[in-house]
């Protein structure tokens, strides 16, 4: 019998993008994946026109059976106690995109990647931001040149509204992670337009 799947999910502060990511979580969960959910500052404080921090938190914590992980101190282990196979984030804001590319390490997500990254292991970044495609354009492209980073496939959400908006197509995650697991890309990396 082999072990299931751990998986780390770290979510940021994008918060229309939430209630796509929850059905991805309950799949994974559903699959027999141990889940656990970890929070940046803002994504497991703020409430918003999206919902509340409790109400996330308390969804996370029913969908996964366990707490989130939401201080820097308590991601810092994820690395030296081996906890995951493989860490999401998803969403992955152009902000928490910019601070991996540049190697800061202020919030609980971002020490998380560094930590799991301390043992080799695939970092999935599901990318959700208004500037994809001016701003974090070049710390996309950065990642894209790391190893052990690995990308859901995505694309301009909305070329017409927002032409630099970029968003990653979350029914992808779970395929994503399965390449990632093998040391592949998922391609194609960048999709048509639409809603995905």
Excluded at 115 to 121: A, F, N, P
Excluded at 148 to 175: E, G, I, N, T, W
Excluded at 188 to 194: K, N, Q, R
Aim: aromatic share 4%; charged share 15%; glycine share 8%.
């Amino acid at each position: 019998m082999t072990n299931p799947l751990r998986i780390g999910f770290a979510l940021t502060g994008s918060f229309c993008t939430f209630s796509r990511v929850l059905p991805v979580i309950q799949s994974l969960t559903g699959d027999g994946c141990v889940v656990t959910p970890v929070l940046s500052a803002n994504a497991g404080s703020l409430d918003t026109r999206f919902g509340t921090a409790a109400g996330w938190r308390d969804r996370l914590s029913t969908l996964t059976g366990r707490a989130p992980i939401d201080t820097i101190a308590a991601a810092e282990p994820i690395g030296p106690k081996a906890m995951f196979d493989v860490l999401v984030v998803a969403p992955c804001t152009g902000n928490t995109l910019a601070k991996l590319a540049h190697g800061i390490t202020d919030t609980p997500v971002t020490m998380a990647v560094k930590s799991h990254l301390r043992s080799e292991k695939p970092v999935v970044l599901a990318v959700s931001t208004n500037d994809g495609l001016a701003g974090s354009a070049a710390n996309l492209g950065m990642l894209l040149n790391r190893r052990h980073y690995y990308f859901v496939p995505l694309r301009q959400d909305a070329p017409a509204a927002k032409p630099r908006s970029l968003v990653a197509d979350m029914r992808l995650v779970p395929d994503t992670i399965a390449s990632a697991l093998e040391g592949r890309q998922l391609q194609p990396i960048l999709l048509a337009p639409g809603d995905g």
